[in-house]
């Protein structure tokens, strides 16, 4: 009924930048907070960055000042521009949505969804 499909991960050298775009698709009627998780090998997910629908933005102190989180709503997608990349950014980076939709009954629903992940890996 709802899915999010992620874009934009791959190998980048130190310093440089990735855009990552997630777009949500399906029955939905309206979109809360969207935001952006990452997992490291042998490490917990973790929180990037999170936009509500209206309100300010939030980021984890270790990418503050390198990464802006932005959304479209009229496209449904929210992107995670990240420059000054750091070997320690290497990451599966999910996106994740708040969205209440409309089922196949009717009905309406609210529930919280995540991408498939997309591999970033910063490397020389």
């Known amino acids: 009924q709802v899915q999010l499909v992620e874009s934009g991960g791959g190998l980048v050298q130190p310093g440089g930048s990735l855009r990552l775009s997630c777009a949500a698709s399906g029955r939905i009627l309206k979109i809360n907070a969207m935001g952006w998780y990452r997992q490291a090998p042998g490490n917990p997910r973790e929180l990037v960055a999170t936009?509500?629908?209206?309100?300010?933005?939030n980021y984890a102190d270790s990418v503050k000042g390198r990464f802006t989180i932005s959304r479209d709503n009229a496209k449904k997608t929210v992107f995670l521009q990240k420059n000054s990349l750091k070997p320690e950014d290497t990451a599966v980076y999910y996106c994740n949505a708040d969205i209440i939709y409309n089922n196949y009954e009717g009905l309406i629903r609210r529930n919280d969804y995540w991408g498939q992940g997309t591999q970033v890996t910063v490397s020389s």
């Open positions: 936009i509500p629908s209206g309100g300010t933005t």
